[in-house]
């Protein structure tokens, strides 16, 4: 079975809402996506959380909303809205699930995507944190699939995007002021092509997403994980080498950093151990699944 016909989708239905951290990742993680289901007559909505404004990539920040609506002009007929929030900054937005819902609840739609809990920039791990606590917090929330920008994932769909790759190209050639500072368009076709390793077309291109149980969603494990992963890559900055991007850090940051990993690690590890009948169904999925992850087992 094919992730699209996993997703039992209905373009007579409501729409496809992708929440993109930044200018340039709603092309870069599921352009082919967007672009395909465009073709069959989805509406998408593109929601830019960011600014687009840290640093040397933020210069110029009309310039990169421009860029992204020249970009989904190509990928497909899409409304886009910037809500402008700080970039580098999603991760202290208290409310920022809350927004997800109410966008949610206001523009229903059948299928939200979001950056995947494996990616290290953090505000691709807020804006994913922040979709699984807004489907969460739904009665009757929207299927919810996670796409990869920065960090293949181990455990994903793979969606043949071959028919428009060259489509997904040209879009990505959009981002001039980003792939001026970093071939992105390269870097991104380069894992396209390292997930059709498991097409069966040679060249193909693919794009990897994950679609994670509903158990697994109520339970939180989506943010647990996200959590954990977070506390590895907390070290982590962009445009690293470059003097201007470089923030102090401080025996206190790092007693802080040590403080919330070993609280995290207590509670995955409190997770594993208990074997109480109080524990509920969608608990029970959480270990399952996380041992799944340890054991190297994918989907």
């Not at 990742?25 to 069959?40: I, M, R």
């Not at 149980?213 to 445009?239: C, I, K, N, T």
Request: one cysteine or more; hydrophobic letters at 45%.
């Amino acid at each position: 079975m094919s992730f699209l016909e996993a997703l039992t989708l209905d373009p007579r239905g409501a729409g496809i809402t992708v929440f993109a951290p930044h200018p340039d990742d709603e092309v870069f993680g599921c352009g082919g996506l967007l672009s395909l289901l465009a073709a069959q007559g989805f509406a998408l909505r593109v929601i830019i959380v960011s600014d687009g404004g840290f640093g040397e990539f933020g210069r110029d920040v009309a310039a990169r909303k421009q860029e992204s609506r020249s970009a989904m002009s190509l990928l497909g007929e899409a409304s886009l809205d910037f809500w402008d929030l700080p970039d580098q900054g999603l991760g202290g937005v208290a409310d920022l699930d809350l927004r997800f819902r109410d966008e949610l609840e206001t523009h229903p739609c059948q299928l939200m995507l979001a950056p995947s809990p494996w990616e290290v920039h953090p505000d691709h791990l807020a804006v994913c944190m922040a979709a699984s606590k807004a489907w969460r917090q739904m009665e009757r929330p929207p299927q919810l699939a996670f796409y990869e920008v920065g960090v293949p994932m181990p455990r994903a769909f793979i969606l043949n995007i071959s028919q428009v790759a060259e489509r997904k190209r040209q879009a990505m050639a959009c981002f001039a002021s980003q792939n001026a500072i970093q071939d992105y368009a390269l870097q991104i076709g380069g894992l396209n092509t390292y997930r059709g390793y498991v097409l069966e077309a040679r060249g193909a291109w693919g794009e990897a997403y994950f679609q994670p149980e509903p158990a697994l969603l109520r339970a939180g494990g989506v943010e647990v994980l996200a959590g954990l992963l977070a506390g590895q890559h907390l070290l982590w900055s962009p445009g690293e080498g470059r003097e201007e991007s470089r923030q102090p850090f401080t025996q206190e940051t790092l007693a802080a950093l040590l403080e919330e990993n070993q609280r995290l690690q207590a509670t995955q590890a409190a997770l594993y151990a208990s074997t109480s009948w109080r524990l509920t169904a969608p608990l029970r999925a959480l270990v399952s699944w996380f041992r799944s992850l340890s054991s190297g087992s994918g989907r």
